[in-house]
């Protein structure tokens, strides 16, 4: 598995959410450590120069699951934006978390409680990098 790449902005606006949910006990300590250690291993760019098949901030992402072929499509976004009826799924949800940075095609191994499992990025629908909405 490639390094995962994270642009600038959403690499800072993502440790201000966690440093903010932290101090409101909406999340987990373990999964923000988690998620802390995900970005820290990241190779951090310019928001124009994210590739357009890396997964971003509010990108809308169509993924499957390799254990049983189920399929999915949402946004992931902050926090504050979420919404499962407009699958908007929050940064700080496991699936989101564990999808940020990586591309079309990657596949990533994610611990469910029915076991071990990959989910396959399939595609990218919109990516605001690629779009030129560099301020979302």
């Given amino acids: 598995m490639s390094q995962i790449i994270i642009?600038?902005?959403d690499y800072t606006r993502i440790h201000q959410s966690i440093n903010l949910t932290k101090q409101n006990n909406a999340i987990k300590k373990d999964?923000?450590?988690?998620?802390m250690n995900e970005l820290?291993?990241?190779?951090?760019v310019e928001p124009n120069d994210i590739p357009e098949d890396v997964v971003t901030m509010n990108s809308v992402v169509k993924i499957h699951f390799q254990n049983n072929k189920q399929k999915?499509?949402?946004k992931i976004v902050y926090p504050k934006d979420a919404n499962l009826k407009e699958n908007k799924i929050s940064i700080f949800s496991a699936v989101a978390s564990a999808l940020i940075g990586y591309k079309v095609g990657d596949e990533i191994e994610w611990l469910l409680p029915s076991g071990m499992t990959k989910i396959v990025i399939d595609e990218i629908i919109y990516q605001p990098e690629a779009a030129g909405d560099l301020d979302l």
């Fill in 72 to 74: 999915m499509q949402f």
């Fill in 40 to 44: 820290k291993s990241a190779k951090l």
């Fill in 7 to 9: 642009n600038k902005n």
């Fill in 31 to 35: 999964e923000a450590e988690k998620l």
